[in-house]
Nanobody, 124 residues
Framework: QAHLAEFGGGLVQTGGSLRLSCVGS????????MGWFRQAPGKEREFVAA????????SVATAVKGRFTISRDNAKNTVYLQMNSLKLDDTGVYYC?????????????????WGQGTPVTVTS
């Protein structure tokens, strides 16, 4: 059974950093693009970042550009989200996802497998 599991969320002060990890199992992780979404309280789930199967191409949302970096280690079936210079608006539950194909989707609804999420709370 295909499964994604996120780790690394927590409580952090503004300006601080966190590194999230997502581990895939039961799926051809090395053949799939991966992504991160987040959902703030009272808000819709929003795209954060994505990475192709090989890691050669990435996409990041405007709101996190220059602060967040997505990367992957296919030998470990793991995708990472390094979050720096955290702001209050970065608070939310962060979800790992995949469209179950190799490239970054042009339509966000193509993502079809999701982890359970890991919460990130940024405080002042």
């Amino acid at each position: 059974q295909a499964h994604l599991a996120e780790f690394g969320g927590g409580l952090v002060q503004t300006g601080g950093s966190l590194r999230l990890s997502c581990v895939g199992s039961g799926l051809p992780f090395n053949a799939y693009s991966m992504g991160w979404f987040r959902q703030a309280p009272g808000k819709e789930r929003e795209f954060v970042a994505a990475i192709t199967w090989s890691g050669e191409d990435t996409s990041v949302a405007t709101a996190v550009k220059g602060r967040f970096t997505i990367s992957r280690d296919n030998a470990k079936n793991t995708v990472y989200l390094q979050m720096n210079s955290l702001k209050l608006d970065d608070t939310g539950v962060y979800y790992c996802t995949t469209p179950s194909y190799a490239t970054i989707p042009s339509q966000l609804h193509e993502y079809n497998l999701w982890g359970q999420g890991t919460p990130v709370t940024v405080t002042s």
